[in-house]
């Protein structure tokens, strides 16, 4: 598998200050994801200088405190081992296949900042590159069995037609959710989807890159991909981003789904203060990973005028503004036109 999204080199650029905001409220859980960068004064950085920050080529040399590896020396690309094989994105722009001692060298160095999410080769999730990286050698190995076993059962679960999701929560029970705590606004990403998918090399990958790129581009916490699976009968969460998101891998979405219904329409959900009954099954999903969401979107991506995906972005902080939203489509026409421009349709 070659290298994907925008490559630069890490050795010439500045670093870029991590976040150290809090993550979103979650329930009680043993594996939390942090939240996005919160909103500042200062205006977003272009996806350029961005993009410039992480940075992985068929051959990286990086800048730390350690000598820096010669050529021979790094594990990149087809050289490394199937066991340890990540990919990192900021949101903006996604490298890979790398060694984790390669990102871990990158994040000393200042070239990775430590809020970006990272996926194990096996994974069809997003994880905090923070998170993993306050792991001991043997807890994160754990978790990297954890999360590959959850990603390949999905399909099974997927194929199981007897399968149904929960019903959607009532709004006595979103507002039971809602404990009142000021959870910090984010300040979305300007982003350049077309050009974060180009080098994507197949639809997983496309599509998991497209999910991580809709989640900076609104300022979420967490998302989810619905594949439309005709082989299934189906539409199925296929990938997801954020903390605990794995939970809904392989959950068929229910037939009369209102925002299921939106999406093969054609039409954007996007959740007002007071939820209806498509923001409600939004939110239902949501309140599996995260508590008590206050913005929830959906935004339909639509291949030669039929629903091949829906993408969905949550956050716990405030409703999604339509210019937020115009960027997730932007996102979902970027990725339907890579989806026909390679034939995966």
């Known amino acids: 598998m070659r290298s994907?999204?925008?490559?630069?080199?890490?050795?010439?650029?500045?670093p870029l200050a991590a976040s150290s905001n809090p993550p979103p409220p979650a329930p009680e859980k043993t594996d939390p994801c942090a939240a996005p960068p919160?909103?500042?004064?200062a205006p977003p950085e272009p996806a350029g200088a961005v993009a410039e920050a992480v940075a992985v080529a068929p051959v990286v040399a990086l800048a730390s405190a350690e000598p820096a590896p010669s050529i021979e020396e790094l594990v990149v690309g087809e050289q490394i081992s199937n066991l340890d094989r990540w990919f990192v994105t900021n949101g903006?722009?996604?490298?890979?296949?790398?060694?984790y001692e390669l990102l871990r060298r990158g994040v000393e160095s200042g070239r990775i900042p430590a809020g970006s999410f990272v996926r194990h080769d096996n994974w069809k999730v997003w994880r905090r590159l923070e998170e993993l990286e306050q792991l001991s050698p043997a807890k994160r190995d754990e978790a990297v069995q954890h999360l590959s076993a959850v990603s390949q059962a999905a399909e099974e679960r997927a194929s199981n037609p007897y399968h149904e999701p929960p019903p959607p929560p009532t709004e006595e029970e979103l507002a039971a959710q809602d404990?009142?705590?000021?959870v910090p606004s984010l300040r979305p990403a300007q982003v350049d989807p077309s050009g974060v998918l180009e080098?994507?090399?197949?639809?997983e990958q496309?599509?998991?890159l497209a999910l991580s790129t809709a989640v900076t581009a609104a300022g979420a916490h967490v998302g989810f991909l619905h594949l439309a699976r005709p082989d299934l009968?189906?539409?199925?969460t296929s990938f997801a981003h954020g903390p605990d998101a794995e939970v809904l891998l392989g959950e068929r979405l229910a037939g009369n789904d209102p925002v299921l219904l939106a999406a093969q329409a054609g039409h954007t959900v996007m959740g007002e203060p007071r939820l209806g009954e498509a923001g409600r099954y939004i939110a239902g999903r949501m309140t599996r990973c995260m508590s008590g969401p206050r913005g929830v979107a959906m935004v339909p991506v639509l291949v030669k005028g039929h629903m091949a995906a829906m993408i969905e972005v949550g956050r716990a902080s405030r409703p999604f503004r339509a210019t937020e939203l115009a960027k997730v489509e932007e996102v979902a026409e970027a990725l339907a036109v890579r989806i026909v421009a390679l034939g995966w349709n």
């Open 179 to 182: 404990d009142g705590k000021k």
């Open 4 to 14: 994907w999204g925008k490559l630069m080199h890490l050795s010439v650029v500045e």
């Open 92 to 99: 903006v722009t996604a490298v890979g296949p790398v060694s």
């Open 233 to 236: 009968g189906a539409t199925v």
């Open 199 to 203: 080098n994507a090399t197949d639809l």
């Open 38 to 41: 919160p909103e500042s004064d």
């Open 206 to 208: 496309a599509m998991l």
